[in-house]
T-cell receptor
Framework: GESVGLHLPTLSVQEGDNSIINCAYS??????FIWYKQESGKGPQFIID?????DKRQGQRVTVLLNKTVKHLSLQIAATQPGDSAVYFC????????????FGTGTQLKVEL | EADIYQTPRYLVIGTGKKITLECSQT?????MYWYQQDPGMELHLIHY???????EKGDLSSESTVSRIRTEHFPLTLESARPSHTSQYLC??????????????FGPGTRLTVL
């Protein structure tokens, strides 16, 4: 049902600056990680993924960093644009676990003009 | 852009009504999922399916039921809606035969309000 009064962590950045969104994952056995972007009123949209045998992967304007030692994932967005404003979720899964994803708490990214 | 559709997008109904939320995908994906998401919160898996005639309960207990008679269709049913069912319901699908290791593609969601 509805939850009341909880606010997402929010990151506010100026247009053109770089953004870094962080995520702590829970299962040390997870071997595949995904970042999703969710705009208001829409379903999550795949941004970038990374396997546990990598520590960095780059896409178009986005980079994901994985630190397995401290179970930390980050998403870097270069030259942030107004269209990047959304909630960003990280998700983890264990290969062979039926592709069941465990989602982290999202971060609201606000881009200021 | 993933081809996964949900109807209705918005639904307001009274307590006790039976409702079915529709989800269809045209990608031939074998796995499909239903998530519940409250505003500003993370997604919680409530049901999933590995293929036709396969359904499993997810991590979050739900009073809803699902069926998977056809690969492309994965409807979710609430026999008697209650205000506690008010939430957003997201459908997703994935194809593990692809190199992406089963990345899930999401529909636009159904925003359900039970009065």
């Amino acid at each position: 049902g509805e939850s009341v009064g909880l606010h997402l962590p929010t990151l506010s950045v100026q247009e053109g600056d770089n953004s870094i969104i962080n995520c702590a994952y829970s299962n040390s056995a997870s071997d595949y990680f995904i970042w999703y972007k969710q705009e208001s009123g829409k379903g999550p949209q795949f941004i970038i993924d990374i396997r546990s045998n990598m520590d960095k992967r780059q896409g178009q304007r986005v980079t994901v960093l994985l630190n397995k030692t401290v179970k930390h994932l980050s998403l870097q967005i270069a030259a942030t644009q107004p269209g990047d404003s959304a909630v960003y979720f990280c998700a983890e899964t264990l290969t062979g676990g039926g592709n069941k994803l465990t989602f982290g708490t999202g971060t609201q990214l606000k881009v200021e003009l | 852009e993933a081809d996964i559709y949900q109807t209705p997008r918005y639904l307001v109904i009274g307590t006790g009504k039976k409702i079915t939320l529709e989800c269809s995908q045209t990608m031939g994906h074998d796995k499909m999922y239903w998530y519940q998401q409250d505003p500003g919160m993370e997604l919680h898996l409530i049901h999933y399916s590995y293929g036709v005639n396969s359904t499993e309960k997810g991590d979050l207990s739900s009073e809803s039921t699902v069926s998977r008679i056809r690969t492309e269709h994965f409807p979710l049913t609430l026999e008697s809606a209650r205000p506690s069912h008010t939430s957003q319901y997201l459908c997703a699908s994935s194809d593990v035969t692809r190199a992406l290791r089963g990345t899930q593609y999401f529909g636009p969601g159904t925003r359900l309000t039970v009065l």
